[in-house]
């Protein structure tokens, strides 16, 4: 296990279903057990845990149906979706699964084998590596949209669709305060503004999961320290690298410079055009969202703030 991917053994998997199995046993005193493994993640759980129950004395049998089961068994509990609709579809079954992410929606009653409650994600055994339980999700989702992902052209389409999204979403390992080395020296008397203008923003806004991308720009005026010029254009990117909202994007920015530089002030202008906007929905091609965050006296300050925007201009 390491702090961004749980690569489950199956050994691990048999003693969480055994978990499991004495939690479902707590819960109903029935001789006689119909499990429903939920799919697909769930029929190798249901087995799993068909057969720690069969050591206890239970007998299983597994049906086709969840309406037929006492028990339904699904790998993990993350962000209970699937478990309320199966409470819907089939009301009054036990729900057992072998982890739960307790940190997550816990919306619907549920057993579970395993709590972890870390953001890694878990691969079950059955699901091979961690390229490869990912690769399957952009298989899956090349069939949905109604194409063959053994053709040619899309055959390597799952390994780049990864690589890509491990660059897109490189932020979540990136720290602000890594990024925002701050020096004394060469702030002497520099308590003027200080600005980077048109930073390039690539972020996915996720609701959509689509591109938007602009720019930003970011000002601020010292109080006795400085940070390499360099460093905001990297601070921007630590934030604009996670599926994100422009206005939480523009807040972060400007937050992680009030907390790492403690300057007088910070002034932070975002503008971008979103794909979730101009592709789909109300198809608004060229539209532009502008967003701005003031801290310190950029905020309490007009003379101040009007000093950032003409030099933004």
């Known amino acids: 296990m390491n702090d961004q991917y749980w690569e489950m053994t199956h050994g691990e998997a048999v003693t969480l279903a055994n978990m499991l199995a004495e939690e479902i046993m707590r819960h109903t005193s029935a001789e006689s057990l119909r499990l429903y493994g939920v799919p697909r993640g769930g029929v190798p759980c249901s087995y799993l845990v068909a057969a720690a129950l069969q050591v206890r004395g239970r007998r299983c049998t597994q049906v086709e149906s969840p309406i037929e089961a006492d028990v339904l068994v699904d790998d993990i509990y993350d962000s209970g979706a699937t478990c309320a609709r199966y409470a819907r579809e089939a009301p009054g079954r036990l729900f057992g699964v ?35 339980s990912a690769s399957d999700i952009v298989t899956r989702l090349i069939q949905f949209v109604g194409d063959d992902p053994t053709r040619g052209g899309l055959a390597e389409t799952p390994k780049r669709v990864l690589k890509a999204w491990r660059e897109w979403g490189a932020g979540y390992a990136m720290r602000a305060a890594d990024v925002l080395k701050t020096f004394e020296d060469g702030a002497d008397k520099v308590d003027e503004m200080v600005l980077v203008r048109d930073i390039p923003i690539y972020s996915h806004c996720e609701h959509h999961l689509a591109p938007f991308f602009g720019v930003a720009h970011i000002g601020y005026i010292p109080d006795g320290r400085i940070v390499g010029l360099s460093k905001l254009s990297r601070l921007a990117d630590v934030f604009a690298k996670r599926l994100q909202v422009q206005e939480r994007l523009t807040n972060q920015i400007a937050d992680a410079l009030v907390e790492h530089l403690q300057p007088k002030g910070v002034g932070v202008v975002v503008s971008c055009r979103h794909l979730c906007m101009e592709s789909r929905g109300i198809q608004r091609q060229g539209a532009t969202t502008i967003t701005s965050a003031m801290r310190g006296v950029l905020f309490s300050k007009p003379e101040a703030r009007a000093e950032l925007m003409s030099l933004i201009k």
């Open 98 to 132: 072998l982890v739960s992410k307790t940190t997550k929606n816990v919306t619907v009653p549920h057993l579970s084998g395993g709590i972890d409650s870390s953001e890694r994600w878990v691969v079950f055994p059955w699901e091979g590596t961690v390229e490869h």
